[in-house]
């Protein structure tokens, strides 16, 4: 079934100039972009997106990378968005990553890994909303 899911391109892939490579390998894998933005976040809020990781070994440095700079946030429609979206970024440690794959190409370690994908229909949906009012999804 199409559905949707959601995706930032990290500030590392960012501060690399890899913004317009990977959107453009998001789409030619056949991913329409419903909604696209520009942002950053706050300390506080890369803390409360990442809140499930709290109490983890590498909490604190997610939450210092992931707000150190600009970011790319979308939410993507497909047929089974959220695994085919997996398979195109590959694994999270860029050195398990198949050849090809997003991380692959563009991210240098397990925790500066170029690309967010959600894990599940319900986080996608969540992690939208986190992002996006209702008026920046264009279905
Ligand atoms: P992401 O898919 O955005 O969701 C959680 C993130 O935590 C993950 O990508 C990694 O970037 C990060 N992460 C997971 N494991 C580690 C680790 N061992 N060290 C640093 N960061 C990690």
Do not use: C, W
Not at 85 to 94: C, E, H, M, S, V
Request: negative net charge.
């Amino acid at each position: 079934a199409t559905n949707r899911t959601f995706t930032m391109i990290k500030p590392d892939a960012v501060r690399n100039g890899h913004i317009g490579a990977i959107l453009a390998q998001i789409n030619e894998a056949g991913f329409r972009i419903v909604a696209l933005k520009y942002t950053s976040l706050s300390t506080q809020k890369a803390g409360e997106f990442y809140a499930v990781h709290e109490g983890r070994p590498f909490y604190d440095e997610l939450v210092s990378f992931m707000s150190s700079g600009p970011i790319v946030a979308a939410i993507l429609e497909k047929d089974n968005a959220v695994t085919d979206f997996r398979k195109l970024i590959g694994a999270t440690n860029p050195k398990e990553a198949e050849a090809g794959t997003i991380r692959a190409k563009y991210a240098s370690s397990i925790g500066e890994n170029a690309v967010h994908g959600s894990d599940s229909d319900d986080n996608a949906a969540i992690e939208g909303q986190f992002h996006f009012a209702g008026t920046e999804v264009f279905a």
